[in-house]
């Protein structure tokens, strides 16, 4: 045990123990935490000392919900240990911007680190690989080459990993087609188009070879389709124009939508996005959907084939491998059960050890959209409730959505309020200061500013990295 020299500490059946021993930059008092490479135990004892956290919180994931809730929660109250793959929060409303050079990407993303950890047992860069409900441990995997596994137990556990991408099983999507949840896949896609449109210019291509490159399909019209749609634009009208003008003219985008494109939107608002996006030149929006994907092709159920240079997929989405493996009740699309308290439907304490936010819960009494609105709200609620001694009191979570907004392109954008519903550049100007004034941190609310001004006024980065 690291910090003891000359000492052996033997621990047997204890309910109740109150120790003192020096160690470098961190006093143990009134409970034990033990280290080893692959193992961390936890015992521990009633609160003697005020301010000393008794119960280990442990929260998956560092999402909407998840950093809302870390965010908000009383730290005296908990030693809190969070585990993910990835070391900040991202800003997804504007990630569609990165990937065109609108924005640059750590604009958007705030390191978790930055929210106070003091111990080394508080972040875990690492994927939870699986829960053990009986035994209260988190089995995790490092996420480096040495993929250690380790376990971490819990009084509490927060399950907020979010969801996966929904391929709906077509063939070669998963292979060919590029997602956009993550900052990875925001630089993929940029690298890409820069990629492609570099390569329409070699020599000796044929001109369908150099229109198949310059063609981008968007298979999916929701909110997120439609920005990168819109960003597309704007870059192709801006900085293409100017900087690959041979490119220009040929470049396409399809934007492929079994239904209709911002469907959850006001109709009125609908049908402005649907016209304004109909009207440009080169941009088709196609009713149908995919059925296979390859390398340099994709095949619509209509039966007619698109040739493109890539492949953008944004639509639904899927459980993560962790959620999926765990027995637990879960709805139709594999989303954990939850109650209003956002507690698991079948929690062995009644007091709450499990709970569920985000886009892998269901709340079966209120079924709601998956939107980062609702996942930090239900992160905010969650982190209220922790903050109490007795769950079963508290008042169950309720929501009202303050709105929504999308981004069509030309700096015009729709907005759906619940008193107002507006397009247009003024409906841009709304979108643009209110995602400012959500932005957690004043880095970031300087930052993003910024990225649009040089846009503006200099251009895009257009560099390949």
């Known amino acids: 045990m690291y910090g003891l020299s000359h000492s052996t500490i033997l621990l047997s059946s204890l309910k109740k123990l109150s120790v003192e021993i020096a160690l470098p930059f961190c006093v143990v008092n009134d409970g034990i935490r033990m280290h080893s490479s692959r193992y961390l135990w936890s015992w521990n004892a009633e609160k ?4 000393l956290a008794t119960k ?186 100017r900087l690959y003008k041979k490119d220009a003219g040929l470049i396409q985008v399809t934007l492929v939508e079994a239904q209709h494109i911002l469907q959850s939107f006001d109709q009125n608002l609908q049908n402005y996005a649907h016209k304004k996006m109909s009207e440009r030149k080169n941009f088709h929006l196609l009713q149908d959907s995919v059925v296979k994907v390859t390398e340099n092709w994709v095949e619509l159920k209509s039966g007619q084939v698109i040739p493109c240079g890539m492949v953008v997929w944004s639509t639904g989405l899927a459980p993560r491998d962790l959620v999926r493996e765990l027995n637990v009740p879960k709805n139709k699309a594999g989303q954990i059960v939850v109650n209003r308290h956002m507690q698991l439907v079948e929690d062995p304490l009644p007091e709450g050890s499990v709970f569920s936010i985000g886009d892998c819960s269901f709340i079966s009494e209120q079924p709601l959209p998956c939107t980062a609105q609702v996942a930090e709200r239900e992160g905010r609620y969650l982190a209220k409730l922790l903050n109490q001694s007795d769950i079963r009191t508290a008042a169950p979570f309720t929501f009202t959505s303050m709105g929504m907004l999308a981004y069509v392109g030309g700096y015009k954008a729709v907005s759906d309020l619940p008193e107002l519903k507006i397009h247009g550049i003024t409906s841009w100007l709304l979108w643009r200061s209110a995602y400012l004034t959500r932005l957690g941190s004043l880095r970031l609310r300087l930052q993003v500013p910024f990225d649009w001004f040089k846009t503006f006024f200099f251009g895009r980065d257009t560099s390949k990295l």
């Open 48 to 51: 003697k000392v005020e301010g």
């Open 56 to 241: 280990r919180l442990v929260i998956l994931g560092t999402g909407w919900a998840s950093y809302s809730l870390l965010k908000n929660l009383n730290r005296k109250l908990y030693h809190v240990t969070v585990i993910s793959p990835r070391n900040h929060f991202l800003f997804t409303p504007l990630l569609a911007s990165t990937t065109v050079g609108t924005l640059e990407f750590r604009s958007i993303i705030d390191p978790v680190r930055n929210a106070g950890f003091g111990e080394k047992d508080d972040f875990y860069l690492s994927y939870a690989t699986k829960i053990n409900l009986d035994q209260r441990t988190v089995q995790m995997r490092s996420n480096d080459p040495a993929k250690v596994v380790s376990e971490v137990p819990y009084d509490r556990l927060v399950i907020g990993v979010g969801a996966l991408t929904n391929t709906f099983n077509v063939p070669g999507a998963e292979t060919h087609a590029f997602f956009l949840k993550e900052i990875l896949d925001a630089q993929k896609i940029r690298n890409k188009i820069l990629s492609n449109f570099e390569s329409a210019l070699q020599p000796g291509l044929t001109d369908s070879e150099r229109q198949r490159l310059l063609h981008i399909v968007i298979v999916g019209g929701g909110p997120t389709g439609v920005e990168f749609g819109a960003e597309v634009y704007d870059f192709v009208r801006q900085d293409v124009a």
